[in-house]
Nanobody, 123 residues
Framework: QVQLVESGGGSVQAGGSLRLSCAAS??????????MGWFRQAPGKEREGVAT???????TYADSVKGRFTISKDGAGNGLTLQMNSLKPDATAMYYC???????????????WGQGTQVTISS
């Protein structure tokens, strides 16, 4: 059973940085064989993708975070990180780690989700 546990959330002022981590376990193979990603959900809004890595290693960022956020896998430690710089108040949300071992028509089919970690950015 795949388990994802997020950490690193908190409250910072606009312009600050946070580093989110996701500890992953239960993969049949290594994390490098998985789609991995970060999504977020703000109050009253739908969950949206922030940054993802597909099984080939292709990284995709939401337009709103390009140039400021960096996603990376730690293959040795089975972890996923999201470095967030130059944070803005609109980044306030619950951030979720997600994974999948399957892709359909080149798109990851997200199966597993962590419980989330709260990020709050004050102006």
């Amino acid at each position: 059973q795949v388990q994802l546990v997020e950490s690193g959330g908190g409250s910072v002022q606009a312009g600050g940085s946070l580093r989110l981590s996701c500890a992953a376990s239960g993969f049949i193979f290594s994390i490098n064989a998985e789609c991995m990603g970060w999504f977020r959900q703000a109050p009253g809004k739908e969950r949206e993708g922030v940054a993802t890595i597909d099984r080939s290693g292709t990284i995709t960022y939401a337009d709103s975070v390009k140039g400021r956020f960096t996603i990376s896998k730690d293959g040795a430690g089975n972890g996923l990180t999201l470095q967030m710089n130059s944070l803005k108040p609109d980044a306030t949300a619950m951030y979720y780690c997600t994974s999948s071992s399957t892709e359909v028509l080149g798109r990851c089919e997200w199966h597993y989700w962590g419980q989330g970690t709260q990020v709050t950015i004050s102006s």
